[in-house]
């Protein structure tokens, strides 16, 4: 049981990281700051150090967990295997309709409905659940959306057309920022299941950290996940809700990075994957021409509003099976690994990677496309794409032509 | 139910450092533009200084450095 869940609960690292490459990598990307792959590669390797840099949410986290979902009541393996079930196919769905949701909302949504079952509903906390979870889920976009439109203002004000291709640079650290910052973080709740589970088992002793092996594993999943790279969530994020560029990434990343680092270090926690949308939305209403798509915004806040409902759902159904024995357990991962490998043969219909990530989205998701009409959005993108050079060099020119006019 | 004094908090410190960083970068790729002779170590010394502050946001990241 112990094992099954640690594997599970690895497999739920990995989807958290490919879920979260977005965060930091999708406007460099957009942008063209960062190489697809040289920026997936950037967003691994610093959240495998990020993992191993610090323990302490893992440490926090182990308890919170617990008291969050339950309310003192005593967690078992069966419980965790169901929530991080639930977790993980929800993650899994999400993925393939390329919305960015919180992966520890689904954390906490699994948990919470294996609890319910397992514990009756008076093991969770409303409350607290209101207060830490459902609230900070409203106030982390508009906090970071507030912050990315004035941050673009700014940037906008101050810099002249022709310089802002400087913000390329600039771009390269402050994702890299948000991406070691998101590695610290993430990893950590995955290193704190698997302790709590080790607990529960009894192969550690209670009131402990997690074992070095723990961090190491938990640090390559998420590694791997991140190199994986979520690109339909990319694509999303860098595309689908505005365009985006240099000057708008720059200050979208830096308004994203201090608010995680401001809410992570006094003492209100908020999602990066809220943060980061919100952030993306902000700098969209920033930027004087820049619009924004309202109804895939729409979409992604309805994505975050039945994640802890759905993935609660799961979990509560994973639970039901799972509680009447080994063989319920049996069935759980069965079915958990059937859905999981038909999602990933589902998305191979309609594959979003490294090459056609500059795509813009019409509709999130359209798993159904022929070969021919494949082509011909292509042939439309770079059309597109031809129309939008010349616009630049374009506006480009009468700026110039305005700067001499001022001199 | 909520903290909303800590929210407040965050909301102003995260205000005043993105807008801090986002202002120096501008400032410097400004400057640094510029012809005139004192203006490139100007937009040298702003993109120092925008530095600085990621370096400070990676100092908070790591609690090996605050313990």
């Known amino acids: ?117 397992g514990a009756g509903f008076g093991s969770v906390d409303f409350a607290v659940l209101m207060s830490k979870v459902v609230l900070p889920a409203l106030l982390a976009p508009l906090t970071a959306g507030l912050v990315a439109y004035l941050a673009t203002r700014l940037a906008y004000g101050i810099s002249k057309k022709r310089q802002r291709n400087g913000y390329k640079h600039g771009q390269v650290f402050t994702s890299s920022l948000v991406s070691l910052a998101h590695g610290t973080n993430d990893a950590q709740k995955t290193m704190g299941v698997i302790t709590l589970t080790l607990i529960a088992g009894g192969y550690q002793a209670a009131g402990s950290g997690p074992e070095f092996w723990v961090i190491a594993v938990c640090a390559l999943a998420i590694a791997l996940g991140t190199y994986t790279g979520g690109w339909r969530i990319i694509r999303t994020m860098g595309k689908g809700l505005t365009e985006i560029e240099p000057g708008q990434g720059f200050a979208a990343e830096a308004s994203t990075a201090a608010t995680i680092l401001a809410s992570s270090h006094l003492g209100f926690a908020l999602s990066t994957t809220q943060v980061s949308s919100g952030s993306v939305i902000g700098t969209g209403i920033g930027r004087k021409g820049a619009s924004v798509r309202w109804k895939t915004a729409g979409r992604i806040g309805i994505g975050w509003l039945i994640t802890i409902p759905a993935a609660g759902l799961v979990g509560a159904l994973a639970a039901v099976v799972a509680l009447t024995g080994v063989v319920g357990v049996v069935i759980d991962t069965v079915v958990a690994v059937a859905v999981i490998a038909g999602i990933f043969l589902y998305s191979r219909r309609n594959r979003v990677d490294a090459r056609n990530v500059h795509d813009e989205p019409t509709v999130l998701v359209r798993p159904k496309r022929s070969r021919k009409q494949r082509q011909a959005e292509a042939r439309e993108a770079e059309a597109r794409e031809a129309d939008s050079r010349e616009a630049d060099s374009h506006d480009e020119s009468t700026d110039n032509s305005k700067a001499a006019d001022l001199a | 139910m909520i903290d909303w004094a800590a929210f407040f908090i965050v909301l102003v410190a995260t205000l005043v450092s993105a807008c801090l960083v986002v202002t120096l970068y501008s400032v410097g790729l400004r400057l640094i533009d510029g012809t005139r002779g004192w203006r490139r170590p100007a937009g040298i010394a702003c993109f120092v200084l925008c530095g600085l502050v990621v370096l400070y946001g990676v100092y908070l990241v790591i609690p090996y450095f605050h313990r």
């Open chain 1, 1 to 117: 049981m112990v094992v099954l869940v640690i594997v599970l609960a690895l497999f739920f690292d990995f989807t958290n990281g490919f879920h979260d490459t977005a965060n930091a990598m999708a406007t460099p990307i957009a942008t063209g700051a960062l190489k697809p792959k040289a920026a997936v590669a950037i967003a691994a390797s610093l959240n495998l150090v990020g993992a191993f840099l610090s323990t302490e949410v893992a440490r926090t986290i182990s308890g919170g967990l617990i008291k969050e979902g339950e309310g003192g009541i005593q967690i078992t393996p069966v419980m965790i295997f169901a929530g991080l079930i639930g977790a993980t196919l929800w993650n899994m769905v999400t993925w393939l309709l390329g919305l960015p949701s919180s992966s520890s909302h689904a954390l906490f949504g699994g948990l919470i409905g294996a609890a319910i079952v």
